[in-house]
T-cell receptor
Framework: GAGVSQSPSNKVTEKGKDVELRCDPI?????LYWYRQSLGQGLEFLIY????????KSGLPSDRFSAERTGGSVSTLTIQRTQQEDSAVYLC?????????????FGPGTRLTVT | SQKIEQNSEALNIQEGKTATLTCNYT??????LQWYRQDPGRGPVFLLL?????KEKRKERLKVTFDTTLKQSLFHITASQPADSATYLC??????????FGTGTSLTVIP
């Protein structure tokens, strides 16, 4: 079946511009996560959506970052006024939160380069 | 805040040997610990979960241990193969909702 998809796969933008990154989770998965991975770094948690609950935004690094999830499915991560330090791979994951594993299914990521 | 450390240096081993990767953590008492595999240019892929009340878990050639006293997990790949070459990430959580990831260890299995 279809996995998690993300678009675009690569994005180059100029400093100061806004960008939108999209995530299509696996159908039926109630949980959706956004992470950021910089070169040589681990995955940095950004935001978590679970069903109709208020999202956990505790990982967002600044108020330039925001995310929404429409209809419990597709999610968009928006970065306003991009800075060079925002350059990273942005990964989305979805999960059924099955207690046997809490397995997260990751998309291929969006590589963002801010020039 | 919680700190999660994995082998900072890349690990190179000979094919057929057992690879052992470590995941150490501080300032945290996780109830769950996961291991993921990540290949270049791709998202991580789930391998195993172990709970705080489990000492060891196995899956095919993989074995994971979880020592809550030492605050450490060991990840073993027995009879390693070149196809096992990848970066391996550990992830910890208190609940099943939010996992904190380590920086990963790069493993190369030499034929």
């Amino acid at each position: 079946g279809a996995g998690v998809s993300q678009s675009p796969s690569n994005k180059v933008t100029e400093k100061g511009k806004d960008v939108e990154l999209r995530c299509d989770p696996i159908s039926g998965h109630t949980a959706l996560y956004w992470y950021r991975q910089s070169l040589g770094q681990g995955l940095e948690f950004l935001i978590y959506f679970q069903g109709n609950s208020a999202p956990d935004k505790s990982g967002l690094p600044s108020d330039r970052f925001s995310a929404e999830r429409t209809g419990g499915s597709v999610s968009t991560l928006t970065i306003q006024r991009t800075q060079q330090e925002d350059s990273a791979v942005y990964l989305c994951a979805s999960s059924l939160l099955r207690q046997a594993s809490y397995e997260q299914y990751f998309g291929p990521g969006t590589r963002l380069t801010v020039t | 805040s919680q700190k999660i450390e994995q082998n900072s240096e890349a690990l190179n081993i000979q094919e057929g040997k057992t690879a052992t990767l470590t995941c150490n953590y501080t300032n945290y008492s996780p109830a769950y610990l996961q291991w993921y595999r990540q290949d270049p240019g791709r998202g991580p892929v789930f391998l195993l979960l172990i709970r705080e009340n489990e000492k060891e878990k196995r899956k095919e050639r993989l074995k994971v241990t979880f020592d809550t006293t030492l605050k450490q997990s060991l990840f073993h790949i027995t009879a390693s193969q070149p196809a096992d070459s990848a970066t391996y990430l550990c992830a910890l959580a208190n609940t099943g909702n939010q996992f904190y990831f380590g920086t990963g260890t790069s493993l190369t299995v030499i034929p």
